[in-house]
Each structure stands twice: as C-alpha cells, then as structure tokens.
C-alpha cells in the first residue's frame, strides 16, 4: 500500500498569487519561453480538452476573433491541447476554411497553440485532473500578471463552453483595480461605480462617511463607493 502511494505522481496546481511554473513548448507560431518571451505583459494560458472537438472549436473562433481586443488590454492569447502540432494545425485550417458560428467565419488563429503530447505543461498547471479524464486536460483559464504571478483561474467542465467576454471583464477590472487601487462590485461592467478598500482606521471610517466629496458616497462606514465619470 505505501509502495503505491509512493509510486503516484503528485501535481499541484499553482494558486493564485503564485509565481506561474515557467515552461519551453513548441507551438503552432514556434517556440516559446514563457515567461521569459511575455516579460511586461499579460497573459491568459488556456487549456481544451483535444483538438477537433465542438466546443473548443466555438471557443477558439471568439478568442481569435477578440486576440486585437485583449492587445489593447497588453495581454496576450496562449492556447494548449494534448495533441500534435500536425493536429492543431489541421484543426485550425480547417476552422478557417469550413466552419461558421454565430456570425463568424474564415477565422484565422493567430494566437499559439501549444503542442502537448507528454502532458508536461499540463501538469505543471494541474490541467489534467484524473477524475475528469486521464488523458485530456480539462477547460482551465490561468490569467498571469506582467510579473507571471498567478492572478485568476477558471475551471470548466469539458462540457461546458467559456465565457470569453468575462475573462475580458476580469483583466481589465484586475487591471483597473491595480491602477487605482480601488475593488469591482458584483456584476461590474466598464464604466460602472467601483469600491474603495475599507478603512484601516476609525477616523479615517468617521472622515470617510462624512466627506462632501461629490465624487465619493457611503453605504455604511465599511462600504464606499468612488463614482465614475460617464
């Protein structure tokens, strides 16, 4: 019994606020080092189950189609399957050449793909959760920081389709609350009011509450609000 426990592979999955395990991989665009060729920028590193499957289809057709979008937010795209490089590009042609989904179609995947056969980066991620499939990695989204700490993940089932337009919302309300040291309430959309952190003070709870500042409003001592300009 104790041999056996030994002999098992154990794989921890990163946590956020960890600094991202560091990898080499082939991809469909070359190689890569990450983090060493993503240094100052943002990253999203996510996983699908096999290539030539419907629901990765549909989710890599939106990332594609939004990659210019998350530029803009400095961040940059990283897709991962346990297949061959010769699969991923077959499958991606033939995304661009035959397939339409919801109004998209001849949609060109520019962002890499990484070629994971042996399952190393996989594991390093704890993408491969055996319970759910031993040899497919299931539907994770790490989000990395310019410093390639671990700031976001997100675990779906495989068969269940991502939200891309809430990985969007989260980098840029991670983004903004780091720029303005400020917190995003439930449901924030861009442009919505945001939290300030509570007060580390009694006085500055008691200045807070009773400030004339138009800009700021109190729901209680602990719960403060700092308006957006529309």
Same mark, same amino acid.
């Given at each position: 019994?104790?041999?056996?426990?030994?002999?098992?592979?154990?794989?921890?999955?990163?946590?956020?606020?960890?600094?991202?395990?560091?990898?080499?991989?082939? /991809?469909?665009?070359?190689?890569?080092?990450?983090?060493?060729?993503?240094?100052?920028? !943002?990253?999203?590193?996510?996983?699908?189950?096999?290539?030539?499957?419907?629901?990765?289809? &549909?989710?890599?057709? *939106?990332?594609?189609?939004?990659?210019?979008?998350?530029?803009?937010?400095? *961040?940059?795209?990283?897709?991962?399957?346990?297949?061959?490089?010769?699969?991923?590009?077959?499958?991606?042609? /033939?995304?661009?050449?035959?397939?339409?989904?919801?109004? +998209?179609?001849?949609?060109?995947?520019?962002?890499?793909?990484?070629?994971?056969?042996?399952?190393?980066?996989?594991?390093?991620?704890?993408?491969? $959760?055996?319970?759910?499939? *031993?040899? $497919?990695?299931?539907? =994770?989204?790490?989000?990395?920081?310019?410093?390639?700490?671990?700031?976001?993940?997100?675990?779906?089932?495989?068969? &269940?389709?991502?939200? +891309?337009?809430?990985?969007?919302?989260?980098?840029?309300?991670?983004?903004?609350?780091?720029?303005?040291?400020?917190?995003?309430?439930?449901?924030?959309?861009?442009?919505?009011?945001?939290?300030?952190?509570?007060?580390?003070?009694?006085?500055? =709870?008691?200045?807070?509450?009773?400030?004339?500042?138009?800009?700021?409003?109190?729901?209680? !001592?602990?719960?403060?609000?700092?308006?957006?300009?529309?």
């Amino acid at each position: 019994m104790e041999e056996n426990k030994s002999n098992q592979e154990v794989i921890r999955m990163p946590l956020i606020g960890d600094d991202a395990p560091a990898f080499r991989a082939k /991809t469909t665009m070359g190689p890569i080092n990450f983090p060493e060729d993503y240094k100052g920028r !943002w990253v999203i590193l996510f996983s699908h189950p096999a290539d030539f499957t419907p629901v990765c289809t &549909t989710e890599f057709m *939106t990332f594609a189609t939004m990659q210019e979008d998350f530029r803009r937010l400095n *961040t940059e795209l990283i897709g991962l399957s346990i297949d061959s490089i010769y699969a991923h590009i077959a499958w991606l042609r /033939t995304i661009k050449e035959k397939i339409e989904f919801a109004g +998209m179609k001849n949609v060109e995947v520019n962002f890499p793909v990484i070629e994971d056969l042996k399952m190393d980066v996989s594991k390093k991620f704890g993408m491969v $959760q055996p319970n759910a499939s *031993t040899t $497919q990695a299931v539907r =994770a989204v790490f989000i990395m920081d310019p410093q390639a700490k671990v700031r976001a993940i997100l675990y779906y089932p495989l068969s &269940t389709g991502r939200n +891309m337009d809430e990985i969007k919302r989260m980098i840029i309300a991670m983004q903004k609350a780091e720029e303005e040291q400020i917190a995003t309430p439930a449901n924030w959309q861009p442009g919505d009011d945001v939290i300030i952190p509570p007060p580390g003070s009694c006085g500055v =709870a008691k200045d807070r509450v009773e400030s004339q500042d138009e800009d700021k409003y109190c729901l209680d !001592w602990f719960m403060c609000f700092k308006k957006e300009k529309k």
